[in-house]
């Protein structure tokens, strides 16, 4: 089954950000980041469930995902998501030191 994946205001605005952290740093290297974002967010197109639950869903007894990516640096950063029906919505973008979300950072 193919899902369709939306990326919430609040995932787009975590992504910007963090693409404009790296270009302040390497221009190349936040054009490289975006595309694994952007890989990584197709890759919930096909079997959004395979990925493992995330810590934000214990807290709030929600069935929170995520999808760890990293770059050719080796930085993990993770889409934060959840499943209804056939739509994946990720809820956040979280960068390498970031701490967890609390429950009212989550769409």
Request: charged share 30%.
């Amino acid at each position: 089954m193919a899902y369709t994946v939306r990326t919430l205001s609040r995932a787009k605005n975590d992504a910007q950000q963090i693409y404009n952290w790296i270009k302040d740093r390497s221009p190349d290297g936040a054009i490289r980041w975006w595309a694994a974002f952007r890989d990584a967010c197709r890759s919930l197109e096909q079997g959004p469930e395979r990925n493992s639950l995330a810590v934000e869903g214990e807290q709030s007894g929600r069935d929170i995902r995520q999808l760890l990516f990293k770059t050719r640096r080796g930085r993990y950063y993770r889409l934060v998501y959840v499943i209804a029906e056939d739509e994946v919505h990720v809820l956040r973008v979280r960068g390498p030191g970031q701490p967890d979300l609390l429950p009212d950072e989550i769409s």
